[in-house]
């Protein structure tokens, strides 16, 4: 999701700074379109994030990882800018006045109406047949080893999709 992500923001003309926590995921970011990527593993890369962007903040975050991220996440967001939650894997503690603030949203995703679930696919396939989607596929595993596949990007860096095959 969050190459996808980054792809359809690039091809909206939208300037992208993104994040990897290692060289390869660094580097797959930027080659989706991102004008910026941070290591999100290094004590100051909010900082730089900040000053990346004037110390404006940004106004928009996709956030895929809400349990560990969305605190800083409100540190670093422009006035009335909103983060979109599309995945968390626990509890979320945060101080409501960061985001009091800047008078930003907090919204949730997991899916949507019917309408909205044939935008999403119309805008998929226009972007596949315009060339600006372009799946990013990781790894192939057998379709036996499903299980196996789910515990891998729950537990590990994924680099791209993982595409069960029969």
Do not use: W
């Amino acid at each position: 999701m969050g190459l996808a992500t980054v792809q359809f923001a690039a091809a909206a003309g939208l300037t992208v700074i993104g994040t990897g926590g290692t060289e390869r995921g660094r580097q797959l970011v930027r080659e989706q379109g991102a004008a910026k990527v941070f290591d999100h593993k290094t004590a100051d890369y909010l900082a730089q994030l900040m000053k990346a962007t004037g110390d404006r903040g940004v106004d928009l975050i996709i956030e895929m990882l809400a349990n560990v991220n969305l605190g800083n996440d409100l540190t670093v967001l422009n006035q009335e800018g909103c983060i979109v939650i599309v995945g968390s894997r626990g509890d979320v503690q945060i101080n409501p006045r960061l985001l009091m603030r800047v008078q930003g949203s907090i919204l949730g995703m997991t899916g949507g109406t019917p309408e909205q679930y044939a935008q999403a696919h119309a805008a998929i396939g226009a972007g596949l047949r315009a060339g600006t989607l372009r799946p990013i596929i990781g790894r192939e595993l057998p379709l036996a080893e499903a299980a196996r596949a789910h515990h891998e990007i729950i537990e590990s860096p994924a680099y791209g999709k993982i595409v069960l095959v029969p």
